[in-house]
């Protein structure tokens, strides 16, 4: 097996405008190498493959916490809606992403790094029909750091959900978990 391209970004933790759907046309049909390096030039790279040689394709996105993983995957899921023309699933990112919010209260925690650190890893598949328009997606997720659950580093917190519980600990539908305040339930944690 032979890795293929590798693109460097860096989030420059505001919008640019280098990512709308004019930028996407200017890429789309385009050779790796003829435009500057860009997650649409991956995305591009990967299609075309897929399309010339009837295989699967695979694009890693990977870097630290803050990063911006989870927007270049969706960058690329919104460039394979487009260049494909896949009309009911244009905007398959936005399925796929819609259980980001269960997602990331399960396995997102604050960090001394970013205050909504994943600590959890994602593979996404895109699933296309034989004339290469998206037909649907599947999105699993694998717990990274079991850890965190019952010890927390100085200055972090458990996952989002333990505090959102703790914080709907009065709720009927909650008394018998017997929750009391994070700080109080954080203690018998650690």
Request: aromatic share 10%; charged share 20%; net charge positive.
């Amino acid at each position: 097996m032979a890795a293929g391209i590798i693109l460097v970004a860096i989030n420059p933790y505001k919008q640019l405008p280098i990512y709308g759907d004019a930028i996407i046309h200017a890429y789309s049909g385009q050779n790796m190498g003829d435009m500057d390096p860009h997650i649409f030039a991956v995305a591009e790279e990967a299609y075309k493959q897929m399309a010339r040689n009837n295989k699967n394709q695979s694009i890693i996105v990977s870097g630290e916490s803050g990063a911006g993983k989870t927007v270049s995957a969706r960058y690329t899921m919104r460039y394979f809606a487009t260049v494909s023309k896949s009309s009911s699933n244009a905007h398959v990112e936005d399925k796929v992403l819609a259980s980001n919010p269960i997602t990331e209260a399960v396995g997102n925690a604050k960090t001394t790094r970013n205050d909504n650190s994943s600590r959890f890893g994602k593979y996404t598949e895109i699933s296309f029909d034989r004339s290469y328009q998206i037909i649907g997606a599947n999105m699993r997720t694998y717990l990274l750091e079991k850890s965190r659950v019952v010890f927390q580093s100085e200055n972090e917190r458990n996952y989002h959900i333990f505090y959102q519980l703790c914080a709907s600990a009065m709720q009927p539908e909650y008394e018998h978990l017997k929750l009391g305040r994070s700080q109080e339930n954080n203690l018998l944690l650690s």
